[in-house]
């Protein structure tokens, strides 16, 4: 088992209903490397950087489309093991914020409603070890979850962070 | 031994130095517990589902679906049946074909 944790500096959610496509840059997911990888995210942050009141209503949810051609993450993204000794995994959990298939949020599998304002709120939340939300494979509606924006408001810009631990 | 209410998670929405806005709460931090059978996050609250047979709490979506069919079907059965059929290379199951859509 090996933490990771997948942060972005400076993320604007951009507010999409369920079902629907995402938009590049506008979401965070993870998604197995493998079609039997079994991960498990135990924290997810967000703080506001926002000038202005922004209403975000973010979700963490599963996904009912999965992406495809994944796009590597830029400046500002990234996803590192938490202990400086971990091994490179052969097959490390994908994350991502930009695809070409896009991912779409699943409408009945959602698992976490963080809805906050950015312009200066703070969202945390944390597993009880062994209580973790877990996703397997890369399969639909199982193995790929993503921290994203509903409908309304005005999502703001924010930092975030998802911390997650693989097999 | 530990009780369920000493494995609870923990969930912080801080707004209070945000503007106030509809829909948006001021100030939560509470207890989250997992749904057994979906790993849903259910923030802490007088009554929760409750399924005797994982003796696990339940999000009010499976608690409903547990009592409607009678069956427990926790994720990780879920998950130990995807990797089975991955393993021997047979179909995917038709998960949660009963079970509404929890897990399609």
Sequence with gaps: ?167 | MTSKEQRAGYLLIDNRFAPPELGIVPFLETATHTCSHCHRQIPKKPEIGYCCKCDAYLCDRCAVEATVTGECRPIAKVFDELLTAETRGTPLPLIGANHGQVLV
């Design chain 1, 1 to 167: 088992m090996a933490k990771f944790s997948f942060k972005h500096s400076s993320i604007t959610f951009t507010a999409v209903a369920d079902t629907t496509n995402y938009t590049d840059a506008g979401y965070m997911a993870l998604q197995g490397g493998t079609t039997t990888q079994y991960t498990k995210i135990s924290e997810v942050y967000q703080g506001g950087l926002a000038t202005a009141s922004s209403p975000t209503f973010s979700v963490l949810s599963r996904d009912s489309t999965i992406a495809a051609t994944i796009t590597g993450l830029s400046t500002g993204a990234s996803a590192a093991p938490l202990d400086v000794n971990t091994a490179a995994l052969a097959a490390p959990v994908v994350a991502f914020i930009a695809s070409t298939t896009k991912p779409q949020r699943a409408a009945t599998l959602g698992l976490l409603s963080l809805g906050y304002n950015a312009f200066g709120g703070i969202v945390r939340w944390v597993a009880y070890p062994g209580e973790e939300i877990a996703m397997l494979g890369t399969a639909a509606n199982t193995g790929e979850i993503s921290l994203s924006a509903y409908t309304g408001g005005t999502p703001g810009i924010s930092n975030c962070h998802l911390v997650f631990e693989t097999t």
